[in-house]
Structure formats: structure tokens, C-alpha cells
């Protein structure tokens, strides 16, 4: 896992200015993926902890979103990078780097999870200490938002990201994963490619039970 998320850190170490430029105004243009996290930031208000980790934040432009959303929001990611250019774009929010695995996060303390595309890189058989990671920060009825590349195919696709390899998803295949963490999912949005790439886009809303 660590050769695998160095390769990963250098990666994005590498593309910070072009992929903020990129991705920090996406959401304008993706109606579904906006929505998604609105309404995981309304769930969350709910549970009365506002507490929040956008968990492979990059640029921090997300965990800006779920502050002006009335959420406790700080960011998380691999890239030392990019958690510099957090901290520059948003000095007001708190940015560290951590790795997924062993997030700096006392157990069962956050009303919620964010994880935006942030584990499409994760090798299938790492994924389950991923998951089981982001359950112990989440305190009971906490919420996780997963977005991720999905296929209409019955295994995980491996394929050639444009940073670093990145795998797709059947949702049925990782909402069984979310079930195994101790996560009930309870919502799914899965809508046409915007990309040329042909995946679906995929949201999955689940629940700590």
C-alpha cells in the first residue's frame, strides 16, 4: 500500500496548478455531483455534528463548498502539494496531509465524510482498510458521500487515469464493500459519462449503522 500511494503522492505532486485549474470550478457544469453534496450536507446538519472530513481534498475547493454549506469542514490528502495549495486558496479552512488509512481523526468524531474521486486510484484489495478507516472516524448515524467512476460491467476496470491508474466500479460491487465496512447505503445516483471515457458517474450516500 505505501509504494502505491507514494507513486500516487508524486503524481499529483507533480499537476497541482493544472488540476486546480481544472477541477476547482467543475461542479458549475455538473449539476448531479453538486446536488449530491448538498444534500449529504443537509443530512449531515441533521445529525446535529457538523464535523466534516473532504478526505482527498486536493485544491480544497469541496471542503470550501461544505463550509459555505454551514458545515465544520476541514480537508484531508496524500499530496503535501496539495495541501499547500489548499491552504493558500482557503486560509480560513484547515488542510493536512494524512493518508486514508490512518487519518488523524479521534474515533467516531465526525457527522460525515466526503471522499470526491479520491479513492479511484486504491487498488481493489486495499480498499477495505479504506473503508473500515473512514467508519471509525464516523460516529454512529454518520454519513459517507462516495463518488467514483462506475461500470455496467460485473469487476472492477483498471485504467489509464490521466495523473495515475485509477480504477472503475460496478455500484452493486461497492455498495457490497460499504456493507462489509459497517455502512448502509442508502442512496445512489448514477448518471451518463461527461467524460469520453464512457464510465457512469456514481454517488453512493451511505449511512455508519
Known amino acids: 500500500m505505501l509504494r502505491h500511494q507514494d507513486e500516487t503522492r508524486a503524481a499529483y505532486d507533480g499537476v497541482v496548478d493544472l488540476y486546480a485549474s481544472m477541477f476547482s470550478s467543475q461542479l458549475e457544469t455538473r449539476p448531479f455531483a453538486r446536488n449530491m453534496i448538498g444534500t449529504f450536507a443537509e443530512l449531515v446538519r441533521g445529525t446535529g455534528n457538523l464535523r466534516v472530513a473532504d478526505v482527498g481534498c486536493g485544491p480544497g475547493h469541496l471542503t470550501a463548498m461544505l463550509h459555505d454549506l454551514g458545515l465544520d469542514a476541514f480537508g484531508l490528502d496524500l499530496s503535501p502539494a496539495m495541501v499547500a495549495h489548499a491552504r ?37 484489495g486495499e480498499l477495505p482498510a479504506l473503508l473500515a478507516e473512514q467508519v471509525r472516524v464516523l460516529a454512529p448515524g454518520g454519513l459517507l458521500l462516495v463518488s467514483l467512476f462506475g461500470t455496467e460491467g460485473p469487476e472492477p476496470v483498471r485504467f489509464d487515469h490521466k495523473v495515475t491508474p485509477a480504477y472503475s466500479w460496478p455500484a452493486d460491487r461497492f455498495a457490497e464493500l460499504l456493507a462489509g465496512a459497517g455502512l448502509v447505503t442508502f442512496a445512489r445516483l448514477l448518471h451518463d459519462p461527461a467524460t469520453e471515457r464512457g464510465f457512469l458517474d456514481t454517488h453512493l450516500l451511505a449511512r455508519r449503522s
Do not use: K, W
Open 88 to 124: 493558500r486558496a482557503h486560509p480560513a479552512l484547515r488542510f493536512d496531509e494524512a493518508r486514508m488509512e490512518a487519518l488523524p481523526v479521534e474515533d467516531a468524531a465526525l457527522g460525515g465524510v466526503l471522499a470526491h474521486y479520491s479513492m479511484i486510484h486504491t487498488p481493489p
